[in-house]
Antibody, heavy 121, light 107 residues
Framework: QVQLVESGGGLVKPGGSLTLSCAASRFIFSDYYMSWIRQAPGKGLEWVSY????????YYADSVKGRFTMSRDNAKNSLYLQMNSLRVEDTAVYYC??????????????WGQGTTVSVSS | DIQMTQSPSTLSASVGDGVTITCRASQSISSWLAWYQQKPGKAPKLLIHKASSLQSGVPSRFSGSGSGTEFTLTISSLQPDDFATYYCQQYNSIPWTFGQGTKVEIK
């Protein structure tokens, strides 16, 4: 079935960097907008960024703008989140999610299992 | 930014009960609203998109309504599998924002 699998999470010190990856399978990856969502321990969901199907449009939450970079490689069916200057408050489970259409005007209909990022000294 | 406010934060109900969760937007979002269900340790699951469109595979006891600034998610007859946390999310404008969540607990 349609699947998203995240990887790359881990423990990093404040100020450090990490790159998350999300591998997509069993759907035409290049047809869909994609997004990253995070959830801090015991907290609600927070949208982080989204990218258009071609990669030409990318938007970020203010909390990560200038520190995080989202990208995609449609040839490899993969999504990435480069995270720099990490802060303690970036600690969360990070989910990649498919926006259910070729536009941003749909809910996120497929989610990965999540990868945990912990920022601590 | 558009603020999304859900009520109640917690809801206690019994199997078979009908329940309604409300989500209010701080400004009009037309019908660009989704509802998700999340169980502990799991990824969210899309239930409703465009305020009232049932996502494929979701049981018909779930329904959504509303437009503009006020929206509701209704579960017509709670089943044991429905005890979870529910989130609304607007995708009318950037940044996308979620409500704080409503936890549906067993009474």
């Amino acid at each position: 079935q349609v699947q998203l699998v995240e990887s790359g999470g881990g423990l990093v010190k404040p100020g450090g960097s990490l790159t998350l990856s999300c591998a997509a399978s069993r759907f035409i990856f290049s047809d869909y907008y994609m997004s990253w969502i995070r959830q801090a321990p015991g907290k609600g969901l927070e949208w982080v960024s989204y990218i258009s199907s071609s990669g030409s449009m990318i938007y970020y939450a203010d909390s990560v703008k200038g520190r995080f970079t989202m990208s995609r490689d449609n040839a490899k069916n993969s999504l990435y989140l480069q995270m720099n200057s990490l802060r303690v408050e970036d600690t969360a489970v990070y989910y990649c999610a498919r926006v259910g259409s070729s536009s941003p005007y749909y809910g996120m209909d497929v989610w990965g299992q999540g990868t945990t990022v912990s920022v601590s000294s | 930014d558009i603020q999304m406010t859900q009520s109640p934060s917690t809801l206690s109900a019994s199997v078979g009960d009908g329940v309604t969760i409300t989500c209010r937007a701080s400004q009009s979002i037309s019908s660009w609203l989704a509802w998700y269900q999340q169980k502990p340790g799991k990824a969210p699951k899309l239930l409703i998109h465009k305020a009232s469109s049932l996502q494929s595979g979701v049981p018909s006891r779930f329904s959504g309504s509303g437009s503009g600034t006020e929206f509701t998610l209704t579960i017509s007859s709670l089943q044991p599998d429905d005890f979870a946390t529910y989130y609304c999310q607007q995708y009318n404008s950037i940044p996308w924002t979620f409500g704080q969540g409503t936890k549906v607990e067993i009474k």
